[in-house]
């Protein structure tokens, strides 16, 4: 049998209800058993003592003058607390039984006469609170067993359940029905949103949802019917968010040029310059990186529109020196070809934690950035520093060049948004740089912020979080 919605959710909140209401009256229940279990035996445990105590005084009585005796006084005492309710018996370490008032013969437990050992047992049918004591020096080798009835406790404690039951009963009845009543009016609007969803589902898309109420079931009703009449409005839109994606990944090839300016200036100065074998090689090496980088990156940047429904590493330290060091080697080549100083400045403790391929990338754009601004400028510097704020890491890309308007300000996180066409083109920029790195700085949660003012330079500031 398929239930729907309306009747599995009738079923699972009658069932958790009535799981947690009936476990709650028995746990109640059983917790005030076990009290006054625990309660009958601390009493019973006094009662105990008092009967020791009054053989220990009699036995002492005769110990002395008549010790044969003893084994009288104890029968004496045992028909006494017999008539009382309480069975006796008692038996010495070599089994030799004294007295006894119990229908059947008890093992005794405990060798320590300073511990009194007992439990709850079933005696002649009857539940029954034995405990096991020996006599203390110099009547150490008698063993005494007493017996009390504790049937009076459990019988109550069939009583209640009895009532705990019948009361269940009736209550879990009640609310069967309360529960089923208020299920079947409360999800009314929700089958009607359900079956007008299957007929705009089918192509109807004409249908409406009435509007009965202002709850959140309400809601739902109106945003159907806003999502209906908007529909093919948003398939349009859908369309040119394709084409428009397209695009992006079409012109995101901006961020190859990184790895192709570093490698370009490389090459060059192998070119210009005589090498021994070390800087061969080690240029070499220099290049093969760049050129590992752009073999990822090239892997990577199809990827760019889906950024942010990526799963990116957090976890892996990346030492925020060795980035920076990294970086402005990859661009020493550009900055000295623009005669521009181009410094880093960075405690060798500090870390961070994702990506190192892409902290490269924010970070390299943004250097490449503050390296184009000073290109056409007297005064040609870029430093990029480091520094603790607390718990947060703050890195900073502060350059003299021609600076930037408000206009650009508010409008530099926009996807092909230039400042000066011209020279971006001049540049090969295609407006991307920015964008994407107000992506991956979306993704870590980095705060990214930009102060300038045109003439004046511009600093970027990046603030990481741990």
């Keep these: 049998m398929k239930l729907n919605y309306r009747q599995k959710l009738y079923f699972?909140?009658?069932?958790?209800?009535?799981?947690?209401?009936?476990?709650?009256?028995?746990?109640?229940?059983?917790?005030?058993?076990?009290k006054n279990i625990k309660a009958q035996q601390e009493n019973l445990l006094i009662q105990n003592?008092?009967?020791?105590?009054?053989?220990?005084?009699?036995?002492?009585?005769?110990?002395?003058?008549?010790?044969?005796?003893?084994?009288?006084?104890?029968k004496q005492h045992g028909a006494r607390q017999k008539a009382n309710g309480i069975l006796l018996q008692v038996e010495t370490d070599?089994?030799?039984?004294?007295?006894s008032s119990f229908d059947q013969q008890i093992e005794f437990i405990g060798s320590d006469p300073s511990k009194i050992s007992y439990k709850i047992d079933t005696v002649n049918g009857v539940k029954?609170?034995?405990?096991?004591?020996?006599?203390?020096?110099?009547?150490?080798?008698?063993?005494?067993?007493?017996?009390?009835?504790?049937?009076?406790?459990?019988?109550?404690?069939?009583?209640?359940?009895r009532v705990v039951i019948a009361l269940s009963v009736v209550f879990s009845s009640i609310i069967s029905v309360v529960l089923y009543i208020s299920i079947n009016r409360l999800t009314k609007p929700l089958?009607?949103?359900?079956?007008?969803?299957?007929?705009?589902?089918?192509?109807?898309?004409?249908?409406?949802?009435?509007?009965?109420?202002?709850?959140?079931?309400?809601?739902?009703?109106?945003?159907?019917?806003?999502?209906a009449e908007r529909i093919t409005t948003q398939m349009d839109n859908l369309e040119t968010m394709a084409n428009d994606k397209q695009r992006l990944i079409d012109d995101i090839s901006h961020e190859m040029r990184t790895p192709l300016t570093a490698i370009r200036g490389y090459v060059e100065y192998m070119q210009a310059a005589k090498l021994t074998d070390e800087e061969y090689y080690k240029t070499l090496n220099i290049i093969d990186r760049q050129a590992d980088r752009m073999q990822k990156l090239s892997e990577g940047v199809l990827s760019?529109?889906?950024?942010?429904?990526?799963?990116?590493?957090?976890?892996?330290?990346?030492?925020?020196?060795?980035?920076?060091?990294?970086?402005?080697?990859?661009?020493?080549?550009?900055?000295?070809?623009?005669?521009?100083?181009?410094s880093v400045k960075s405690p060798s403790y500090l870390t961070i934690k994702g990506d190192r391929l892409l902290f490269e990338s924010l970070?390299?754009?943004?250097?490449?950035?503050?390296?184009?601004?000073?290109?056409?400028?007297?005064?040609?510097?870029?430093?990029?520093?480091?520094?603790?704020?607390?718990?947060?890491?703050?890195?900073?890309?502060?350059d003299t060049g021609i600076g930037m308007s408000k206009e650009t300000l508010e409008n530099i996180h926009k996807p092909f948004f230039r400042a000066d066409k011209s020279r971006s083109r001049r540049r090969g920029g295609a407006g991307l740089g920015a964008a994407l790195?107000?992506?991956?700085?979306?993704?870590?949660?980095?705060d990214i912020s930009y102060t300038s003012q045109l003439g004046n330079g511009t600093t970027v500031t990046l603030t990481f979080t741990s």
């Design 12 to 34: 699972y909140i009658l069932v958790i209800f009535l799981i947690f209401f009936n476990g709650g009256i028995f746990s109640v229940a059983a917790i005030q058993n076990t």
């Design 191 to 227: 089958m009607d949103i359900s079956s007008a969803a299957a007929k705009f589902g089918e192509g109807n898309y004409s249908v409406r949802i009435k509007e009965m109420s202002k709850d959140e079931l309400g809601d739902t009703a109106r945003n159907f019917n806003l999502m």
């Design 363 to 398: 970070i390299g754009n943004l250097v490449d950035n503050a390296l184009n601004a000073c290109a056409d400028t007297a005064v040609k510097q870029v430093a990029i520093s480091a520094n603790s704020d607390g718990n947060k890491v703050v890195i900073k890309i502060q």
């Design 94 to 99: 070599n089994d030799e039984y004294i007295y």
């Design 304 to 342: 760019f529109t889906r950024l942010r429904n990526e799963d990116v590493d957090r976890t892996t330290p990346v030492n925020v020196a060795d980035l920076l060091a990294d970086i402005a080697k990859a661009y020493s080549i550009k900055a000295q070809r623009d005669n521009i100083y181009l």
């Design 128 to 161: 029954t609170f034995l405990a096991f004591s020996k006599l203390p020096r110099p009547f150490d080798n008698y063993n005494v067993i007493t017996g009390f009835s504790m049937q009076a406790v459990f019988d109550d404690w069939r009583d209640t359940i």
């Design 437 to 446: 790195c107000k992506e991956i700085a979306d993704m870590y949660n980095i």
């Design 49 to 74: 003592n008092i009967v020791l105590q009054q053989i220990i005084s009699d036995v002492e009585v005769v110990y002395s003058s008549r010790p044969q005796s003893i084994p009288l006084i104890i």
